[in-house]
């Protein structure tokens, strides 16, 4: 999730603003609920997670729980604010060692835990963040909550072990490709859609096709963000672009331009992969800028998109239906955004 | 828990023994139960989950789990296996973490799994233990034991978090240390005999006493693991003596030395504690031998047994009371063991 946290879903899209919007009492209830929970913290770490549990993130997880569990406007449900914490203490202890991992010193602008108390403290730190979300999830009135969101961490990890095992490989198919960002970033996003469903009381057909949309929607969401590793903008996204290559990190965008150049050509490019060869980072995107790699990729998300959309179309009439589709409208829009900027 | 994992409770002591050969159907099943597992790991980190899940650690969790809920021989009820499984793989998987952490390259004479593995992938396999602990935990009918575990494991991290902020420093009294410890290790040996107490079930008053027990009998055994560190011996816990010392770690029998070190001198000792001088380890070495450190030491591990054997002094006639006793006599029979070693 290395590259999936700076980008996020964000800009000044028309459809985000719309449907956010809509979630600030549920954001607001969050951010209370989340600070509450540092007084769980042992107060010899409470300071550190309150470092951790920073509210400038785009907070996407607890929105796919807000929407899939939406009843339509008012105070939202506090077992739904619960587990959009669950979900985001998850995914903020992943970020910690994510951190550690890519020896990152700053996040939003700020230094990153491991910077700021050194690897060793932010390893058991990320711990600590993980347990405190199981604990909350240990406090639903059944073992549901728990059970998904402990097989959730465990395929997270599953998936970002896989990736980091094959950094500066060129060993790695589009299946694994998709199995990868299937694992590290879309079963959250399943996980939060179906728990958002299920405690909203809908049907367990809408919980199900909830999941499925949740699962493409983050598949679609990984594809746009490792496109914007190379086609976003620098300034917005906060990062320089190609890290993924820098770091030998095969992603689709990488794995469309290896498949067309020619074959001495494609040697080249999988030595610097390999790290046989330094990087030549301006040659390699300005390649990327071949319009037909941006459109396969985009194609790709487009694919991802439709197949969320198809999960829910049985169920236009159920409240978090056109929410939900709004989010896929917002990644559309983010990645035309990306084709006007580069100019393909 | 980086010098507990080395020395565990061990050795040719008859007690051990008498208590330990008791288990071994359980163990049996316990190991099986843990093979059985590496299915639900995802395929691809499969071979790296049985590469942590090795049989030659002591199993001393799962063992107080198996004597706290013990009701006679015969086949371990497989809630208490699985309970079992939860504790050990929560502990393999703060192994994991604290190898990373502390560099360390062998473990029970094989490579660490930051060694095999890297440590990125180590930090990932850790949470992927972690995780599935969790899930293990929540498929039980009710949230208890996901709640205990994952609350236990928030403060086992706290500890840990703790003793390394303050590691390389002297600020740290004896009720920090004892906060420590309490953490650290005593709290997984408390919920091990609570959970296990439970799912026996047992009246509500002696899983109370039970895990009052673990909770003592892990303070004494992280005391008498840190008074080994200085009188062990070297081939028999496999390490060098001191390395507490050597790494900064100020623990009981460091502070008892301190406290009747002259003032010149202890300020010399501080300044080997905080890296400000090289330690003179045969220096230090030689003066622990002063027998009044040793006796101490002993007798704060004994007035931790004491507490565990009073919590348990109204239930005589409970079947895991004499078990359980049975392992304050082991630990005794360990620090006796130090004591004729050291020749105080």
Do not use: C, M, N
């Given at each position: 999730m290395s590259s999936a946290r700076t980008a996020e879903?964000?800009?000044?899209?028309?459809?985000?603003?719309?449907?956010?919007?809509q979630l600030q009492p549920h954001m607001a209830a969050l951010d209370l609920f989340l600070r509450a929970q540092l007084a769980a913290f042992e107060p010899e770490i409470r300071a550190m997670a309150d470092y951790c549990i920073d509210t400038s993130g785009k907070r996407i997880r607890p929105?796919?729980?807000?929407?899939?569990?939406?009843?339509?406007?008012?105070?939202?449900?506090?077992?739904?604010?619960?587990?959009a914490a669950v979900v985001e203490l998850v995914h903020l202890a992943s970020l910690v060692h994510d951190d550690i991992m890519d020896g990152a010193d700053l996040r939003r602008n700020r230094r990153t835990a491991t910077r700021e108390y050194g690897p060793t403290p932010a390893v058991l730190l990320g711990d600590a963040l993980f347990s405190h979300a199981l604990h909350l999830a240990a406090s639903f009135p059944t073992t549901e909550v728990c059970f998904m969101v402990a097989e959730a961490m465990r395929r997270v990890c599953a998936g970002e072990i896989v990736q980091t095992m094959r950094r500066g490989t060129t060993n790695i198919t589009r299946d694994d490709y998709w199995r990868i960002i299937d694992l590290k970033t879309a079963e959250l996003f399943r996980v939060s859609c179906h728990l958002?469903?299920?405690?909203?009381?809908?049907p367990e057909a809408y919980v199900t096709a909830a999941a499925?949309?949740?699962?493409?929607?983050g598949i679609a969401y990984q594809i746009y963000d490792d496109l914007a590793d190379y086609f976003g903008d620098e300034r917005r996204i906060g990062k320089t672009l190609g890290t993924d290559l820098a770091s030998g990190k095969v992603t689709l965008p990488l794995h469309v331009l290896m498949d067309r150049l020619p074959a001495?050509?494609?040697?080249?490019?999988?030595?610097e992969i390999c790290g046989r060869q330094p990087v030549r980072m301006e040659l390699r995107l300005r390649q990327m800028q071949d319009g037909r790699i941006f459109e396969a990729v985009a194609a790709a998300v487009q694919d991802e998109i439709a197949a969320a959309t198809t999960a829910l179309a049985p169920w236009p009439n159920e409240a978090p239906t056109p929410l939900l589709l709004g989010l896929c409208d917002v990644l559309r829009g983010?990645?035309?955004?990306?084709?006007?900027?580069?100019g393909t």
């Open positions: 879903i964000s800009g000044p899209t028309h459809a985000f603003a719309a449907v956010f919007a929105a796919l729980v807000f929407l899939s569990g939406w009843r339509g406007r008012g105070t939202p449900a506090p077992e739904l604010v619960k587990v958002g469903a299920r405690l909203a009381g809908s499925r949309f949740g699962r493409h929607l001495g050509e494609r040697q080249a490019l999988e030595d983010q990645v035309a955004g990306l084709q006007a900027k580069s």
